[in-house]
């Protein structure tokens, strides 16, 4: 199982960007899926998750992106999305897509993908 980010780069402040991942290979099922950050010198933390049941999407936020990002999910394709509006300086960081999911085999696992870089500098 692979995931693959894309989206990031420099933006001015107040700018957007959207971010996206792709979970592939033998997947049975995929329980989350959701961004986390790292700013320098700072710990990792989550930004959004979305979760699926009974055809639902469930999204979670942290605080500082309330009413500036969206997370949205394409189940059929194992792709999420984040959409960042209002950009600040403070949201710079490696942002970092997770998947909570169960393979071909049966075992759940989070699984991460390789970090893409957002920058948000006049």
């Known amino acids: 199982v692979q995931l693959q980010a894309s989206g990031g780069g420099l933006v001015q402040p107040g700018g957007s960007l959207r971010l996206s991942c792709t979970a592939s290979?033998?997947?049975?099922?995929?329980?989350?899926m959701g961004w986390y950050r790292q700013a320098p010198g700072k710990q990792r933390e989550l930004v959004a998750s979305?979760?699926?049941?009974?055809?639902?999407?469930?999204?979670n936020y942290a605080d500082s992106v309330k009413g500036r990002f969206t997370i949205s999910r394409d189940n059929a394709n194992n792709t999420v999305y984040l959409q960042m509006t209002s950009l600040k300086p403070e949201d710079t960081a490696v942002y970092y897509c997770?998947?909570?999911?169960?393979?071909?085999?049966?075992?759940?696992?989070?699984?991460w993908g390789q970090g893409t870089l957002v920058t948000v500098s006049s």
């Open positions: 997770y998947a909570d999911l169960t393979n071909s085999m049966r075992r759940r696992s989070n699984y």
């Open positions: 979305i979760t699926s049941g009974g055809g639902t999407n469930y999204a």
């Open positions: 290979g033998s997947i049975f099922s995929v329980s989350a």
